[in-house]
């Protein structure tokens, strides 16, 4: 599978497992609860990542 | 379950990009691969953002707030390096060589030309990942494919955010 996902982009599907699973920011299990009073801001994209949402600090 | 995407900034504050209403942790199987690189690519385009490693869930906002208070310094930090830039591939940095020393010169050579076109590098196990400005993208492209050298991407920075293995 290589170059489909967008004009002029070059990935293969090892690519993508490579740097999907090894690479990105790592959350590790020490998140802790939150403190403080941060307000919380949905905000709905648009239609191209439909369902993605935000969460802000 | 809240599925993590990427993180950046939005109206100048630290964001987290998410999915909600997952069951679980979905597996890394080729359409969710698929689904996390295409929707972080294109939250490229609008914003600077780090993705987040496939398949991070969380089990509510609570957690995520939390996460981008506690590694906020470390988490502006990465964005501040990344922004503007983009990462590209670099395979086939194995030069033809009939000795040892002519290898190595080959391969120095390689990474002398292409490493002033980039802020950052990293080795991968396959390839080469460096780290471009968007408007060097297509003199650093040209110059490796003229060394005989492939490039892939442009992805986001999965290899700039710091972890070890990363």
Redesign the interface.
């Known amino acids: ?1 290589t170059g489909t ?2 004009p002029g ?19 590790s299990g020490d ?6 009073d ?1 307000d ?2 949905h ?1 709905s994209l648009r239609a ?2 439909a ?7 | 379950m ?1 599925y ?2 990427a ?1 950046g900034e ?2 100048g ?8 209403g997952l069951g679980s942790a979905p597996a ?1 199987d ?1 359409e969710a ?2 689904d ?4 972080v ?3 490229m385009d609008r914003a600077t953002v ?7 869930v ?1 089990d509510d ?10 590694r ?1 310094k470390e ?1 502006r930090g ?1 964005l501040a390096h990344v922004r503007g830039r983009v990462e590209l ?1 670099v395979r086939g940095q194995q030069p033809k060589a009939r000795t040892g020393r002519e290898y190595m010169h080959a391969k120095l050579e390689m990474e002398r030309s292409l490493a002033p076109l980039a802020a950052d590098t990293r080795a ?4 080469t990942a460096y780290l471009v400005e968007r408007d060097l993208v297509g003199k650093f492209t040209e110059r490796a494919r003229s060394m005989g050298l ?6 986001p920075p ?2 700039f ?3 070890l ?2």
Request: glycine share 10%; no cysteine; proline share 4%.
């Open positions: 599978m996902l967008a982009r070059e990935v293969t599907l090892v690519d993508l497992v490579d740097r999907l699973l090894g690479g990105g920011v790592v959350i998140i802790t609860l939150a403190v403080g941060i919380l801001v905000v191209l990542i369902s993605v949402d935000k969460v802000t600090e | 809240i993590l995407y993180i939005s109206g504050r630290l964001t987290a990009f998410v999915k909600r890394p080729p691969l698929l996390h690189d295409r929707v690519y294109s939250l780090v993705p987040v490693r496939f398949g991070t969380v906002e609570s957690e995520i707030r939390s996460l981008l208070l506690k906020r988490l990465l591939g991968r196990s396959k390839e492939s490039v892939t991407g442009p992805w999965y290899s955010t710091g972890e293995d990363g």
